[in-house]
Nanobody
Framework: VQLQASGGGLVEAGGSLRLSCTVS????????MGWYRQASGKQRELVAA???????NYANSVKGRFTISRDYVKNTVYLQMNILKPEDTADYFC???????????????????WGQGTLVTVSS
């Protein structure tokens, strides 16, 4: 299983970016998907998460500015980030709760898988 994140970059305050994270591999099912971020010298924190039913929750600091969504066919989760602020600067990581198909074709136990970080830098 691989999670490939992309979309980070340098943007001015007030600008927008869209992050993508695509899951690939021998996947039987995906439950929750989410985005986390880790700023320099700080702990990793939840930014937004979305359930398999499409229910989303957000960190208070990004409510009204960020939108999480997912494409069930492409096994991809997105994070649309608008009105970016310098304090949004961080490495952004995607996470997915995944059941891998076993050798006999049955679903395996759900485990959390992480993608590599994609750096978002917001200049003031």
């Amino acid at each position: 299983v691989q999670l490939q994140a992309s979309g980070g970059g340098l943007v001015e305050a007030g600008g927008s970016l869209r992050l993508s994270c695509t899951v690939s591999g021998n996947i039987f099912a995906i439950n929750d998907m989410g985005w986390y971020r880790q700023a320099s010298g700080k702990q990793r924190e939840l930014v937004a998460a979305i359930t398999s039913a499409g229910s989303a929750n957000y960190a208070n600091s990004v409510k009204g500015r960020f939108t999480i969504s997912r494409d069930y066919v492409k096994n991809t989760v997105y994070l649309q980030m608008n009105i970016l602020k310098p304090e949004d600067t961080a490495d952004y990581f995607c996470k997915a709760e995944i059941s891998v198909t076993t050798a006999w074709g049955y679903p395996g136990v759900f485990y959390d898988y992480w993608g590599q970080g994609t750096l978002v830098t917001v200049s003031s």
